[in-house]
């Protein structure tokens, strides 16, 4: 690219597919209004016979296998934010993309070969040139863990168009009972358990573009990325260590040096009502505080949405620009970050573009 490219990674596209809206305008719609998803599962029932409560994507046909059901999740989100970059088409523009998944878990119904076809034909489809998938696995940091490369790919000038998101679904009747046996569930069986959370699904992507890029091919830009960091928590969940927040400790403090002094204008966290989270996210805050503009500036989607897993990332990217652009955040700058049971803390810093007021 040269020594002129500009080491800047816009956002000019965002798709989003959840339980609670079916587009990235209606999910982002929605969250601000404070509604949610939730309802019983059709079938799968827990150890004391009530069906889970579970948030479902309004999208597809639910009786479809659970790998193609995963793929058109992700193809219907990966193709809305291809939108952003509509005026490019025919140019034969490479666009690579990465992708976050779930963990390895039963019911985890992640058929590569299948997603890379379906993604290909997506981006082909969309008018630029498939350019290869790159998968990345690793819970609910796995979408954010996706975008940080390829954010990374933007600003090293290896690419200058890229595709970033995550899908994700805990709703096979495998990983709600799995997810029972480890306690992890809201309301199962007959403890009634209140500190669980409720499974969901879902799928997120943003298109991002250098900034010469963004210049020359003329497109819209709504939000830069301006720091993206990973870190590693040592006590993951069922670890016989207590968390006591060291990996998001150090994540605050790398994206807080990002900062340049200012202070984040709202926070986009995933504690989704378990303990465990809420334990990391409490230690951290004290450790690393003093970042945030106002402390209970912070929202939690999966009140909404339920937990989307892997897509979380790539999904709160997605909220906070729309809350940018639509002129609802009470500032331009925001943190992102998800957490994964296996230690990953991912996260990023957002400067969104704030309409000026009339």
């Given at each position: ?205 943003v298109a991002l573009v250098s900034a010469d890029a963004a210049q020359r091919w003329g497109l819209s830009d709504s939000m830069e990325i301006v720091a993206g960091s990973l870190a590693r928590e040592p006590h993951g969940l069922g670890s016989t260590q207590v968390c006591t927040g060291v990996g998001l400790t150090t994540l605050f403090r790398q994206l807080a040096s990002r900062l340049d002094g200012s202070r984040a204008d709202c926070l986009w966290t995933d ?88």
């Amino acid at each position: 690219m040269g020594p002129e490219h500009d080491q800047r990674a816009f956002v000019v596209g965002v798709g989003a597919v959840t339980a609670v809206g079916l587009s990235a305008a209606s999910t982002a719609a929605a969250v601000r209004a404070g509604l949610n998803g939730f309802g019983q599962h059709a079938f799968a029932v827990d150890s004391a016979g009530q069906a889970f409560t579970v948030a479902r994507c309004p999208f597809g046909d639910p009786d479809r296998a659970p790998a193609e059901r995963i793929r058109e999740l992700a193809c219907g989100a990966l193709q809305e934010a291809l939108e952003g970059v509509a005026s490019i088409r025919g140019r034969g523009v490479r666009a690579p993309v990465f992708l976050g998944v779930g963990q390895s878990r039963p019911g985890c119904s992640v058929e590569r070969p299948m997603l890379e076809s379906a993604f290909e034909q997506v981006v082909s489809d969309g008018g630029l040139r498939a350019a290869g998938v790159r998968l990345v696995q690793a819970g609910n940091a796995a979408g954010a863990m996706a975008l940080l490369e390829a954010w990374q790919a933007i600003l090293s000038g290896t690419e200058e168009l890229v595709v970033a998101g995550a899908v994700d679904s805990y709703l096979e009747p495998e990983t709600l009972e799995w997810l029972e046996q480890r306690d992890q569930v809201h309301s199962a069986g007959s403890h009634n358990n209140p500190y669980g959370f409720v499974p969901g699904e879902g799928a997120a992507f943003v298109a991002l573009v250098s900034a010469d890029a963004a210049q020359r091919w003329g497109l819209s830009d709504s939000m830069e990325i301006v720091a993206g960091s990973l870190a590693r928590e040592p006590h993951g969940l069922g670890s016989t260590q207590v968390c006591t927040g060291v990996g998001l400790t150090t994540l605050f403090r790398q994206l807080a040096s990002r900062l340049d002094g200012s202070r984040a204008d709202c926070l986009w966290t995933d504690m989704n009502g378990e303990p465990y989270r809420a334990d990391d996210f409490g230690f951290a805050s004290i450790r690393a505080g003093g970042w945030l503009a106002d402390p209970s500036a912070f929202v939690t989607p999966a009140d909404c949405c339920g937990d989307v897993g892997a897509a979380s990332g790539p999904l709160y990217v997605v909220l906070a620009e729309a809350a940018c652009r639509k002129a609802y955040a009470t500032g331009p700058l925001h943190v992102v970050y998800t957490s994964s049971e296996a230690g990953e803390r991912c996260g990023f810093v957002l400067r969104g573009a704030m309409p000026k007021a009339r």
